[in-house]
């Protein structure tokens, strides 16, 4: 079964098991963030590709997700402030909160060798382009897909979950329909290494602080000064990028 569908399922189930312990703040899956829909693909991702993770690896994957993007404990989960009650060590969770791991895990190996039919999203997840300019493609995850404004592509998922972080730029597509396409018709011909330079500067024009900080932390082993307006951490990343390339 495709990664996606894993994901809807597993939030749906952990929807239905928060309700039963007298949480209702979980919304449909439709209605979620897009923030918790990358979180829980991600979760989903982890797991096909680390079979034997436990429940402690998923919560532990979680979390280090979670703190890279910003958040913190808090005793109530608030996305606008980026806390969150389970943003605690495996072992400082509740009995309840351990059966949310076991439970998602059982749902993505219970179901990943479920047969699809041949319809997109098997290895694509639909990713919407909802940045400033009227065209946009992208250089910085190597997909070379380009968009209209408002228009959603299939984007393999490794790339999906990296995008779908960045909410001011991509955010989750209407689903796809049709044949699985051949990635080679997703992707376009590949940039010259100019072309590759000046796609990355146009992406960290319109990036927040949080995805400039960790895209020079990743690709160039950079911790960013936190004091620094928007304005000065776009301007150094775009001086390692020229200086080291992309």
Not at 143 to 168: R, S
Request: proline share 7%.
């Amino acid at each position: 079964m495709k990664p996606a569908l894993i994901a809807r399922v597993a939030h749906e189930i952990n929807r239905a098991y928060c309700a039963s312990i007298g949480d209702d703040s979980l919304t449909s899956w439709d209605e979620a963030p897009d923030w918790q829909k990358t979180s829980i693909l991600a979760g989903v991702d982890m797991h096909l590709a680390n079979p034997n993770a436990t429940p402690e690896n998923s919560h532990e994957s979680w979390l280090a997700q979670k703190t890279a993007d910003g958040w913190k404990y808090g005793p109530v989960k608030d996305a606008e402030k980026k806390e969150h009650p389970c943003c605690v060590p495996y072992a400082e969770l509740s009995a309840e909160q351990k059966a949310k791991d076991y439970l998602f895990r059982a749902v993505v190996h219970n179901l990943k060798n479920i047969p699809d039919g041949a319809t997109v999203g098997s290895n694509f997840t639909p990713v919407k382009y909802i940045g400033p300019r009227a065209t946009h493609r992208d250089g910085m995850y190597g997909t070379q897909i380009n968009w209209n404004q408002g228009e959603t592509q299939p984007v393999p998922h490794a790339a999906a979950a990296l995008m779908l972080k960045h909410t001011d730029v991509y955010a989750f597509g209407d689903p796809l329909t049709g044949p699985e396409p051949v990635l080679a018709d997703v992707v376009a011909k590949e940039e010259t290494p100019d072309e590759k330079t000046q796609a990355m500067r146009d992406s960290i024009a319109i990036m927040t602080k949080g995805a400039v900080s960790e895209l020079v932390k990743t690709n160039y082993r950079v911790d960013m000064d936190k004091k620094m307006t928007l304005a000065e951490m776009r301007a150094q990343a775009i001086q390692l990028v020229d200086q080291y390339g992309v």
